[in-house]
């Protein structure tokens, strides 16, 4: 049995191309910066650009929107937790995979930072994903993690873990440089945690539609 680690969702706003000329130099992945422990200037004026951009239809700005909440959230469960944010990918013998994330934050409706931080990811990342494999697998792996606290959000993520096992799993294409045995792995295990939770009925509907965007997406 083989196990890699993977951090989840450490970005740098460079390694995208910089969506806004204020995004240059900046790193989403501080926390003291994220969760407000050190005050940047530089960075709030960037959150209220890229959040113009992404309002306004620009697809890198919408992504990075996605990125900085997932963020934001991971360092709240890093400071409430203790959890380093590290998941894991473990693979069999036989070369199937499956993800193991860590445990969530305990009652996150109680920490109204957190749990802010965590509607914005669920709302942004969705939305980038329906051009963004990536991100469309990070919603659904989120929404999995904190299903109980997300009730209304189930169906939208089962599509979403279902079109990218589609993508990397079934149709094995490639989205840019991104890991796709990583990927496969990740929306397997979302999928399988996603499927109880949601009716058979409705399940077939959205199987279609995860199928129909896994085919179109570039």
Not at 135 to 140: F, L, S
Request: positive net charge; charged residues 25%; proline residues 3%.
């Amino acid at each position: 049995m083989k196990i890699s680690h993977r951090l989840l969702c450490t970005v740098v706003v460079t390694m995208l191309g910089c969506a806004s000329a204020h995004a240059a130099g900046l790193e989403l992945s501080d926390c003291d910066i994220l969760i407000g422990k050190k005050s940047n200037a530089e960075y709030k004026d960037w959150l209220k650009t890229n959040q113009k951009q992404a309002e306004a239809g620009e697809r890198d700005a919408i992504r990075l929107r996605a990125i900085e909440a997932h963020n934001r959230l991971a360092c709240y469960e890093e400071k409430l937790t203790g959890n380093n944010g590290w998941g894991m990918i473990v693979t069999s013998s036989d070369g199937t995979s499956e993800t193991k994330l860590p445990p969530g934050i305990t009652n996150i409706r109680k920490q109204p930072a957190a749990w802010r931080a965590l509607k914005q990811a669920v709302q942004y990342g969705h939305q980038a994903g329906a051009f963004d494999v990536g991100q469309k697998g990070a919603v659904a792996e989120l929404v999995a993690r904190y299903a109980a606290d997300l009730p209304q959000q189930l169906e939208a993520a089962y599509e979403d873990a279902a079109g990218v096992y589609e993508y990397d799993c079934v149709l094995k294409r490639q989205f840019g440089q991104r890991d796709r045995s990583a990927g496969c792995a990740s929306s397997r295990t979302a999928r399988a945690q996603l499927i109880p939770l949601v009716a058979p009925e409705r399940r077939q509907a959205l199987d279609a539609a995860a199928h129909q965007w896994a085919r179109q997406v570039r």
